[in-house]
């Protein structure tokens, strides 16, 4: 391949390289100087393209991570299911409960417990909603000092944005950012080593019309940031694109390979606005995620279908390409009732499950990887054992062949991993790569190829 502008790669490599570090998970991330936003790939025209020199940074193990909590809870027969996941940091408790229960000791022990077996790294939210910063220190001062867990990460609330629906009274932004304030000034005080993620609001998107405001049209992301921002060490947010109205059907498999192009977009957006109010950088975190906040199941795109994985998967690959710090998708587990969100259900796993069975193989070193097709992606890193892993991902319905250049390398077979109609997350073992000088990509699949180990 004929690259014609070797400052523009320069720049992408100073543009990624100065972007928040991943931190490991027992270290906590610290902010970082104003970097130049991250950029998506410019694509080669009419080709998958890979340059391994283009190193782009460290991956954070933290973006395989998922949420958790008392109301729900993974069958015994289905424990080595979630030991073997790859998840490797869990929300608790995710979602609502916590504004609406007082979290008890105990919980938070058993919760300790259930991550060290499946060797995950524990993440707690507080209680906002009715509760006091008096009580958030004291969960801080009973997990961290009298019992030693040593969490790192700690939210404060669910969703502010939706309060004031819930206690039936004007909840705006000066009253959250104010009684945020107090939350983590008393959590500090008791531990000044814990990391806090903030404002974790609900449906935050690249459209700065579409995103939540108060009742005075102040916008919630907006005026954390003014009034939080130097006492932010991570910023949040949720995101469920479907159903955008309460009584739609649930999306297609055409609604979710069209919404797989938002995701670079918001975290470019977010990251823009951190820079702009606080003129610092600050990692970011999807602590909720998934195509949709209803129950919805039985339909080609609800959350325990099988196209969901082929979403997921490139959705997870735009957050982990833009330097995404830390991603929970929702959730571990659920049952009947509860909507098919979970990795694994009842009695099975669910098909989105195998989508982090594929990324156990993929590298820590993200380089440059880039296509023109909006339907096929590619994601490229280095692993430690110095095998290129490449990333292809197929949105679309019809099979496709595509040419694959990687610089520096003629490569014509590669040890190949599988997820598609036919295949969960499956060893092929060492496989030619072309057919006819060409990948031959299948429809709704993702497939991992390693290299040069």
Known sequence: MKYSTTCLMLMIILF??????????????????????????????????????????????????????????????????????????????????????????????????????IGAIPSISVRLKNGTPEAAAELVRYANLEKGYNVHYWSIGNEPTLFAAELGEDYDTVRFNREWRAFAIAMRAVDATIQILGPEVHQFTANPAANPKDSAGRDWMIEFLRANGDMLDIVSFHRYPFPKQRYDPPPSRADLRDNAQEWDDIVIYLRSLIHEITGREIPIAVTEVSSNWSKAIGSDGSPESFYHAIWWADVLGQMIRQRVFMVNQWMLASKAGQGGWGLVGPGEVRPTYYVYAMYKHFGSQLVYAASDDPYVSIYAAKREDGALTVMVINLSDEEKRKPLQIEGMSPLAADTWRFDAARNAENLGQQPLFTEGRLVIPPQSITLYILGR
């Open 16 to 117: 990624f390289a100065a972007c928040a570090p991943a931190a490991t998970p027992a270290v906590p991330s610290s902010p970082t100087p104003l970097p130049t936003p991250t950029t998506i790939p410019t694509p080669v025209p009419g080709a998958l393209y890979v340059d391994p020199k283009l190193e782009l940074g460290s991956i954070s193990p933290l973006v395989y991570g998922t949420n958790h909590g008392p109301w729900v809870a993974v069958p015994f027969g289905m424990m080595p299911a979630a030991e073997q996941a790859g998840v490797t940091i869990v929300r608790f408790p995710g979602g609502a409960w916590g504004d609406n229960n007082n979290l008890k000791p105990y919980q938070i022990d058993q919760f300790i417990t259930f991550c060290n077996q």
